[in-house]
Nanobody
Framework: QAQLVESGGGSVQPGGSLRLSCVIS????????LGWFRQGPGKEREGVAC????????HYADSVRGRFTISRDNAKNTQYLQMNSLKSEDTDIYYC????????????????WGQGTQVTVSS
């Protein structure tokens, strides 16, 4: 049974940085794509960044491209999301997710989810 556990959320001022981590167990990461999604009250869950099993294919949402960086370390069963130049509109709950494959980094492509970690960007 897959288990995904996020950490690293918190409160930060606009322009600041945070690094999210997600530890994954119960999956063979050599054959698993990973992703980060976010969702706020009354909003649909949005694909922020996704990375293929080999790390060679990466997709970013237009809203975060150039500010966020997704990475993975299969030896540590962990994926990361480095978030720089944070804006108030980045405030959301961030979720780690796993998929066999993805094309467009959409939530219906992913089958296992973490519980989420809150990110708040406010002055």
């Amino acid at each position: 049974q897959a288990q995904l556990v996020e950490s690293g959320g918190g409160s930060v001022q606009p322009g600041g940085s945070l690094r999210l981590s997600c530890v994954i167990s119960g999956l063979n990461l050599e054959y698993t794509s990973l992703g980060w999604f976010r969702q706020g009250p009354g909003k649909e869950r949005e694909g922020v960044a996704c990375i293929s099993s080999s790390g060679t294919y990466i997709h970013y949402a237009d809203s975060v491209r150039g500010r966020f960086t997704i990475s993975r370390d299969n030896a540590k069963n962990t994926q990361y999301l480095q978030m720089n130049s944070l804006k108030s509109e980045d405030t959301d709950i961030y979720y780690c997710a796993a998929a066999v494959l993805f094309r467009i980094c959409a939530q219906d492509e992913f089958h296992d989810w973490g519980q989420g970690t809150q990110v708040t960007v406010s002055s």
